[in-house]
Structure formats: structure tokens, C-alpha cells
């Protein structure tokens, strides 16, 4: 079966540092570019950022530009987000999701984790 | 930003019974669009990229269409398990954003 599994939510206080983690299950997530998305309480979905396959290119949303870091380890087969200066308004459910290239600069999101929470409140 | 509109909010369906989503793009996003549903407690899940192809894997009887700004989600004899939420994502331009999402309900 194909599964993405996220780790590494908790409780942080704000302005305090949270690292996210994606692995994969029945596939090789090394192989596709990949997405963070976000889903606060009562909210809609919200993407946060986009990796390729390379690490050569990154986007963020706005509200997280210069806070969080999207990187990989293909030999690990794993996904992360470092979540740094983290603000109330950065709680939410996280989700990592593949990336299906259909064209230059162009994909769609294919596969997704269950998420991990990430509640930032003092 | 591009901004997606989802109607309705809540859609109450008998089982059997047909439904329509929709979705409004505040620019032309061409079709690069996809529909999503969520069941809780379970990953989100592709049901249509492109506008109109369905994932692999997804019963006929849901189908998408529409291009530009408009687009639609059409479930037909809905089953048990359609009984979720269902946003939709444009990945036109960056930022990529998801419409606020249709909930189905069981009437």
C-alpha cells in the first residue's frame, strides 16, 4: 500500500522550533518532488512549500517565507520542515504530499499522509 | 493570489442520489485543477487532476469539468463512502491554493 507518514508535531511555545518529518511506504519518495500543507482548526487547507526532487528549487507561502525550510535526504527516503519563530497562527495539521510533474513548472498533488499537529500556544 | 470559491458549503444528498460541487477561480487558472476528497480521520484523497481526468483508481461515477474559472465536481448514485469533504486546488500559478471545501451530507 502506498502511505505517506508524517512525525514530529507536538506542543511549542511561540517562537520556538518544530522539525517535520515525511516518510514513505510502498514507494520511493526520493523520486517526486514534494509538497507542505496545512490545515488550521476550522480552516481550509493552506500550502506552505514545494521541494524538487533535487533540492535545487523551494516556494513558500508567504506567512512562512524566511521561517520555515523545506529539505530532503533521498538516500533516506524522507521529507522534512524546520519550523522556526513559530506563531499561534502556525497551528494547524500538517501534511506532506507528493508532486506529480505534468509539464515546466507545472504538477498536480497525487498521494497524501494523515498529517501530524502542530499546536503553538504558551 | 489566485482565490478559490467553493459552493455550495454543506450539500445534503439522499444515498443513490446525484450531487454537484462547484468551484470559482478569481482568474483563469486554463485547467490546471484538481478535486479532492477527505474523509476524517483518513488522508486526503485525488479524485480528479487536470480538471476532468480521473486518479487512478477512481469510480466513473464521479467526473469533473470546466476550464477557465468555472469548474465542477459531479457525483452520481452517491454511495456511502462520498460522504466527506471535498475541496478543490488550482496549480495555475504560485501560491498553489485549495477552495474552502463542500461537505456532503447525508440528507
Known amino acids: 500500500e502506498v502511505q505517506l507518514i508524517e512525525s514530529g508535531g507536538g506542543l511549542v511555545k511561540p517562537g520556538g522550533s518544530l522539525r517535520l518529518s515525511c516518510v514513505s511506504s510502498g514507494f520511493s519518495l526520493s523520486a517526486s518532488p514534494m509538497n507542505w500543507v496545512r490545515q488550521a482548526p476550522g480552516k481550509g487547507l493552506e500550502w506552505v512549500s514545494f521541494?524538487?526532487?533535487?533540492?535545487?528549487?523551494?516556494k513558500y507561502v508567504g506567512s512562512v517565507m524566511g521561517r520555515f525550510t523545506a529539505s530532503r535526504d533521498n538516500a533516506r527516503n524522507s521529507l522534512y520542515l524546520q519550523m522556526n519563530s513559530l506563531r499561534v497562527e502556525d497551528t494547524a495539521v500538517y501534511y506532506c504530499?507528493?508532486?506529480?510533474?505534468?509539464?515546466?513548472?507545472?504538477?498536480?498533488?497525487?498521494?497524501w499522509g494523515k498529517g501530524t499537529t502542530v499546536t503553538v500556544s504558551s | 493570489e489566485v482565490v478559490m470559491t467553493q459552493s455550495p458549503a454543506t450539500l445534503s444528498v439522499s444515498p443513490g442520489e446525484g450531487a454537484t460541487l462547484s468551484c470559482r477561480a478569481s482568474?483563469?487558472?486554463?485547467?490546471?485543477f484538481a478535486w479532492f476528497q477527505h474523509r476524517p480521520g483518513q488522508a486526503p484523497r485525488l479524485l480528479i487532476y487536470?480538471?476532468?481526468t480521473r486518479a487512478t483508481g477512481i469510480p466513473p461515477r464521479f467526473s469533473g469539468g470546466g476550464s477557465g474559472t468555472e469548474f465542477t465536481l459531479t457525483i452520481s448514485n452517491l454511495q456511502s463512502e462520498d460522504f466527506a469533504v471535498y475541496f478543490c486546488e488550482q496549480y495555475n500559478d504560485w501560491p498553489l491554493t485549495f477552495g474552502g471545501g463542500t461537505k456532503v451530507e447525508i440528507k
Open positions: 504530499v507528493t508532486a506529480i510533474p505534468i509539464g515546466p513548472g507545472y504538477h498536480y498533488m497525487h498521494v
Open positions: 482568474q483563469s487558472i486554463g485547467t490546471n
Open positions: 521541494i524538487n526532487v533535487a533540492s535545487s528549487f523551494t
Open positions: 487536470d480538471a476532468s
